[in-house]
């Protein structure tokens, strides 16, 4: 069968699937009107990658982008006419790495046709020679932070980028109240433990249950009452799909010692103690077993250490004491202003995120892998234009080549003493690593987020340590970041952009945006 009647066939199939949705919604209005069947429909998640796709498809393909022109993938939520483009695609490029907020992932996978290719390129980029940079958080804290974590691929089970991960609160033993909870971006909380009112086995211990995609990590707060030793027990299941049933993954009991000697803990006075750094409430998909895996104070950054949780203490020291904010959402941890005991949520709002840093794009180089992984996707697709994607990504990557040496030479123009990018969100790890610039601070890791009073102290500091002359701020983010600004006119120093996950109306390409970002730092740091 020939590409173009083997796409008629498939895109009858998916209008007439169309056709009962377009009907109720619309009435007596006529159906969807499905593509063109002259050309592939290529779907991206992001412009950024909308534009290499383009640059390899050329006339053969309609490529949209799922993420409009100036949005954010960390919190961007599809809509119906998202659904409508990913149902007509021929083949389908995200980033994936946990880059795209993961309701775009879900319908994504859930709505394209079987068969359609379903490309994650910063996974496949690896095999393309691409530069892969672990996430490594800030771990100079005074107590642990203790977040949640997801490991594993759990294939075995059936799971997938789109699988959900449930955690259950089902017991604590211990003198007080125990909550764990995250801070969203605008400063609600939003509870996912609390022991005040008991763990209801009835409901499935569902208001005691937090929800994580596969291969995720989220930070959260942690807080007791009174002082001693608490035993929480959590039960792990994985949700291969809406309508799997749910599968064990093993039930743990994680020890706090709060306000007292960890190393006396009774029954455990020989147990390992996490006293700082960074650790994680791991379920570990292919083992179907829930531990704690926490950095060695010598491997910051690199493999997580696992521990049993039986054998394991965490300690929640006397100087963890904070007040109880005031305000009517914090009522839950008592009275404002008393005394609670508290590990703190690292980062404010929201943010879930990978093992691996995901904006591979700010090396040009791994761009020039998604490049190649694009042309032989598009060749495999429609082979009759083979020669025309190969010649199309044959000239791009010439592009590219030019790009990158641009991009080296003019950041190595800058003297190597002020080489330094604050900025407002860490996502630029690539772009130091690939061309010399050191990521000096950043205000925090999640772009839709507000830094807290440390946060901004610290970056205050940093700023007048290194006596940067610029600041940098992304486009998309100025109506947002307004502690950057202040922090840049209390210092006397300029505010420049920067670009990351989008192009506005001044950068509309990825080369455009890449040769900006050069120049502005050139300028601006010079």
Known sequence: MTTGRWRRRRRATATAALLGLALVTAGCASGPDAPSTDTLDVVTTTGILADLARNVAGDRAVVTSLVP??????????????????????????????LEEHNIIKMLDSNLPEGVPNVSLAESAVKYAAEII?????VNLDTIWLGLRVSGSGTEHGATRSSDVHLSATGLEGPGQLTGYLTETFGQPRTYFDSADGFDAGDGYAADTVTLPTNAHTHMSWTFSEPGVYRLTLSAALAPTPDARPVGMGTSTITFAVGVDPYSVPGMEDAAVLAGGHADVSVELDDGRVVLAADDEHDVGGHHHLHDPAETVISVPNKALAPVPAGQDFRFLGKAGEQIYQLPQAVLGKHVHGEIDPHLWQNVRNAEAYVEIMRDTLVEVDPDGAAEYRANAAAY??????????????????????????????????????????????VTP??????SIAERRKL???????????????PNLIARSSVLTEVAKENGIEVCRIYSDAFDRDVTTYVEMMRANADSLRRCLS
């Open 69 to 98: 022109e100036g949005g954010d993938p960390h919190s961007y939520e599809p809509s119906l006419r998202d659904v409508r483009d990913v149902v007509y695609a021929d083949v389908a490029f995200s980033n994936y790495m946990l």
């Open 134 to 138: 672990p996430l490594v958080e800030n």
């Open 397 to 442: 990557l010439r592009t590219l080549q030019e790009t990158d040496r641009y991009v080296e030479e003019t950041i190595a123009s800058i003297p190597r003493s002020q080489r330094y990018l604050v900025t407002t969100h860490d996502a630029f790890a690539y772009l130091g690593a690939a061309y010399g610039i050191e990521i000096a601070g950043f």
């Open 446 to 451: 999640n772009p839709a987020t507000e830094p």
């Open 460 to 474: 205050t500091q940093t700023v007048r340590t290194l006596q940067v002359p610029a600041v940098f701020l992304e």
